[in-house]
Every structure is written in C-alpha cells, then in structure tokens.
C-alpha cells in the first residue's frame, strides 16, 4: 500500500508565494519521476512542473521562472515553491508519483489534492 499525501495549500494574494510538500509512504522500492499537476474550474488537469530522481526538472510554460520544484529522495517527498503567484494560476494541485514497490510493481500513485486560490 503507497500512500501520498499533500500539505501548504491555501488563500493568497496575488504577487505571493506558496510552498507545497507532497511525502510518499508505503511499499516503496523506488521512486521514479516525481510531479505536481493542477486542476483549475472547468479545465482538465495539467502537469505543473515534474522531477527525475537524479533531479532534472521541466515545467509547463506558464510557471517557468516563478515555481520550482525539488525533491528529498532520503524522505521520498516533492516540494513546490510557487513564486509570483497569479489568479490563473488557482486550481486543486495534486502531487503523482511513479513508484516500484518491492514486489517489483511498478505504478502511478497521487495524493489527495490541495487547493491554492490567489485572490487578485
């Protein structure tokens, strides 16, 4: 059983900044890539940024210069620091993992998803 779960969404103004933490637990042998995807009102959801266990990294557009995204693979945990925050960018975010666990199967896993609304 692998479980993900999502913390540091909230209420922000625009210009601001939010950190999100993403921390995997279970039957885990490795972890892969590593992500975070939003889903805003009426939209379909989308990738944010994603993370490579060796630490390449590459974002949608729309956030390059203003998030970053990071990983602890000591801790099998995803971080999202979200600069210079916009009102588009409010949406359920949701952290996904691509996890082998130790019976060698090897799946995609998300969290529960944590909502981040930026006020204008």
């Known amino acids: 059983q692998v479980q993900l779960v999502e913390s540091g969404g909230g209420l922000v103004q625009a210009g601001g900044s939010l950190i999100l933490s993403c921390a995997a637990s279970g039957s885990i042998f490795s972890i892969n890539v590593m992500g975070w995807y939003r889903q805003g009102p009426g939209k379909q959801r989308q990738l944010v940024a994603a993370?490579?266990?060796?630490?390449?990294?590459d974002y949608t557009d729309s956030v390059k210069g203003r998030f970053t995204i990071s990983r602890d693979n000591a801790k099998n945990a995803v971080y999202l620091r979200m600069n210079s925050l916009k009102p588009e960018d409010t949406a359920v975010y949701y952290c996904?993992?691509?996890?082998?666990?130790?019976?060698?199967?090897?799946?995609?896993?998300w969290g529960q998803g944590t909502q981040v609304t930026v006020s204008s």
């Open positions: 993370i490579t266990s060796g630490g390449i990294t």
């Open positions: 996904n993992a691509k996890i082998r666990n130790w019976y060698g199967t090897a799946d995609d896993y």
